[in-house]
């Protein structure tokens, strides 16, 4: 392993719940210092069962030191800090910290950093070559319109592409508004910073979940779908092509991508029609996997040629050779795991460094207002006995 890709580059995190963390989360596998400011009292998220225990395990049951599941996993690599940024005295903290930062992350409505007086043009006076990320529902028109995963999956269309025909519309089985925001987050920090390196100059770079959900759903072209009438769900199928489903086995599913005429000759050879028209070949291949065992009818479609994969459990697909990406999570004061499985960034490269885990919370608020601020320990007190930092 390398010191890390992003040696060097200073993060301040500003963001909560999904998005954002997990944006700063990259980085830090990435090998930047990242602090991350939450507030004095300790925020409901970190009381979401289940828990990281100090002696180590994990259960249901909150004790004094426990580690909530999310800040187990998105908060690894960072420095903690407490500090109540809604007040005059932590909000000129925050900004004293971004200007010795290299990014600030934020995922708050439009606006509201602006009037903590922490918003881009703000910091920007300050540190000039500041990049700063700033993640919304809905860009900086949405106003104080709430987002939420879900919600987001709904405008965007995704929704309502997700399901079958003749059944409801359906979210996403993981949260993947949130994370496929985070990553190019991610990317818009990493183009900004080598731009910056190139001009000296920081910037604002503006990431907008629904802009991020629009493209991904767009990626298709669905306005002509909609101009040769094509159904808007279509459940595991897909109407440009033959044979592409999903099949019901005798144990299970298979999927199924069907992407040639030779692959389907080879099946149809196989399964004892051969010559048989593609068209149908739906019919066909489901009454020949309906009494097989789905790992027969999965090695018999690859043996094929056709790219065809068993709908496995997430428990299941863990145990899969090829999966690198998962690790054991662990209580920063623990002598062992907790038994839980969260991913690393899933990029194999020299560059990406092992985090540590994450910090208790406010453990390092300290060391870094020591550091990048210059606060001496009667300053502190005085700051704590206030209710500012924690």
Known sequence: MSRGALAGVRVLDLSRFVSGPLCTFFLASLGAEVIAIEPPNVSTSRRLPPFAHPEGGAADTHVEGALAMPFLKRGRGKRSIAVDITRPEGADLARAISARCDVVVENSKPGTMARLGLGFDSLARGNPRLVYIAISGYGPRGGDRPAMDNIVQAACGLMARTGFPDGPPLRAGTTVADHTTATFAALGA?????????????????????????????????????????????????????????????????????????????????????????????????????????????????????????????VEARDDPNVRVLEELRHPLAPRGSGFLGPRLPLVLDGRVEVAPAELHGASTDAVLRELVGLREDDLARLRADGVIA
């Open 190 to 314: 990493l183009a900004a910073l080598r731009h910056r390196d190139a001009t000296g100059r920081g910037q604002l770079v503006d990431v907008s979940m629904l802009d991020v959900m629009t493209a991904l759903v767009w990626d298709e072209p669905v306005d002509h779908y909609e101009a040769a009438g094509l159904p808007v769900r279509t459940g595991n199928a897909d109407a440009r092509g033959t044979l592409i489903d999903t099949y019901r086995c005798a144990d299970g599913w298979v999927s199924v991508t069907c992407t040639s005429d030779r692959q389907w000759d080879a099946l149809a050879a196989h399964v004892g029609v051969p010559g048989a028209p593609r068209s149908q070949a739906g019919r066909v291949v489901a009454q020949w996997a309906a009494t097989r065992p789905a790992r027969v009818v999965e090695a018999e479609l690859l043996a094929c040629g056709m790219p065809a994969g068993r709908v496995r459990h997430p």
